[in-house]
């Protein structure tokens, strides 16, 4: 993340281009030659630049033609996407904020002129995950089917196991099958790195979470085997987390007692280390479960995030 989430206004967006591409002059200029004698455009450079620059005090009114021209030609700048993006991923820290911050947050970006570009796709699938995690399942299905139209790759992979987990929780199986095949695909596809790893490890572990708990009995081998898929090297402290987790688990209820303890102290680490206080909570959790003897202290620790965080899915 590389640009303060305190929502974006015209002003905002046109601030970042001028510094980007020198000047009024230069942006003018350069818009001209990307649009192209078809577009419409003024021919007086003159005029257009008094209209970008009125555009300027629109706030987060609709942009009108100025403001197509400018998205159309030169979309998002880079800061101003990475933010919404780093908005919209539910493995990053911005869902660790309380939920009712995390929504005002959102809800400042579902404006103009984020919410006439292809960047509000990560704007509605934050708030779809918002909705998912107070429970209100016809919120989070209309935020996510107003992302479902995006060329982003990432974004696709995150609708896709969105769509998959609302599967689950509306009780359609076969559905949340296909979302997770179709986000299986889609992963292969990306770029190889941390991104792809912490993506990875959210499908193996929806897949997982099927094979142990949406069966006549628990196939905890191949759950295990999914969450050993996971890599052990990835530079991505949430896929190590989702790894360790995972393994912690499935070797608990296979009466692995020492080797789940292991893995469940691995995941408070990596959870720690990436200041993931929602995770943190998970492992702390499930630590507690296995490990009887300091359940009570391991529980309080917890108990005292969710009361920072205010998270009803915790």
Not at 8 to 24: D, F, I
Not at 63 to 88: C, I, K, N, S
Not at 245 to 266: F, I, N, P, V
């Amino acid at each position: 993340m590389t640009d303060s989430p305190l929502g974006c206004t015209w002003q905002r967006y046109l601030e970042h281009l001028v510094e980007e591409h020198g000047g009024w002059t230069a942006l003018t200029r350069l818009l001209v030659q990307r649009a192209g004698p078809h577009a419409g455009l003024p021919v007086d450079p003159g005029t257009i630049e008094r209209g970008l620059r009125r555009l300027r005090t629109r706030g987060n009114a609709p942009g009108g033609q100025y403001g197509d021209w400018l998205l159309q030609h030169f979309g998002v700048p880079r800061p101003l996407e990475d933010t919404a993006r780093w908005m919209g991923q539910y493995h990053g820290r911005f869902a660790d904020m309380p939920l009712s911050l995390c929504e005002a947050q959102l809800l400042l970006w579902d404006r103009p002129p984020i919410s006439e570009s292809p960047s509000a796709c990560w704007i509605e699938l934050g708030l779809a995950s918002v909705a998912l995690r107070r429970h209100d399942l016809s919120g989070a299905h209309a935020r996510l089917d107003r992302a479902r139209d995006t060329t982003d790759p990432a974004a696709q992979v995150e609708s896709a196991l969105l769509d998959a987990r609302l599967g689950m929780d509306d009780g359609r199986a076969s559905h949340a099958e296909e979302a997770l095949a179709l986000a299986h695909n889609q992963i292969e596809a990306l770029p190889v790195g941390g991104e792809r790893d912490c993506y990875q490890a959210r499908w193996a572990d929806q897949r997982a979470y099927r094979l142990i708990h949406a069966g006549p009995r628990p196939d905890l081998e191949s759950a295990t085997q999914l969450y050993e898929s996971i890599s052990a090297d990835s530079p991505a402290a949430f896929a190590l987390f989702r790894r360790e987790h995972g393994l912690a688990y499935c070797w608990w209820k296979l009466g692995e007692h020492d080797r789940a303890l292991r893995h469940a102290s691995a995941a408070v680490d990596h959870a720690g280390d990436a200041g993931l206080l929602r995770f943190r909570v998970m492992a702390l959790r499930l630590l507690a479960r296995i490990d009887v003897r300091q359940a009570p202290e391991l529980e309080l620790r917890s108990g005292r995030i969710v009361a920072e965080l205010g998270h009803r899915d915790l």
